[in-house]
Nanobody, 111 residues
Framework: QVQLVESGGGLVQPGGSLRLSCAAS????????MAWYRQAPGKEREWVAH???????MYQDSVKGRFTISRDNVKNTVYLQMNNLKPEDTALYFC?????WGQGTQVTVSS
């Protein structure tokens, strides 16, 4: 059974940074596509970024140049470094592996 546990969310001012973590158990992140999604209040869940088993990365246009997805295969953990955060980045952030999802971590960007 795959379990994904996100952490690292919080309240940050516009222009600030946060690093989200997604610790996986029951599955190996290095051989799976790992993705981050987010869901803002009243909106549908949307894809943010992913990293493939080969290490290739892709980003939603709105976060390109500000967010970086990475992984630590030893820790079996995926990260999302978020810089220059904007109020529109406020959402519940989830990581996913195949059909499995974590419980999410809240990111709030507000002054």
């Amino acid at each position: 059974q795959v379990q994904l546990v996100e952490s690292g969310g919080g309240l940050v001012q516009p222009g600030g940074s946060l690093r989200l973590s997604c610790a996986a158990s029951g599955g190996i992140i290095s051989i799976n596509l790992m993705a981050w999604y987010r869901q803002a209040p009243g909106k549908e869940r949307e894809w943010v970024a992913h990293i493939t088993s080969s290490g290739s990365t892709m980003y939603q246009d709105s976060v390109k140049g500000r967010f970086t997805i990475s992984r630590d295969n030893v820790k079996n953990t995926v990260y999302l470094q978020m810089n220059n955060l904007k109020p529109e980045d406020t959402a519940l952030y989830f990581c996913s592996m195949r059909a499995y999802w974590g419980q999410g971590t809240q990111v709030t960007v507000s002054s």
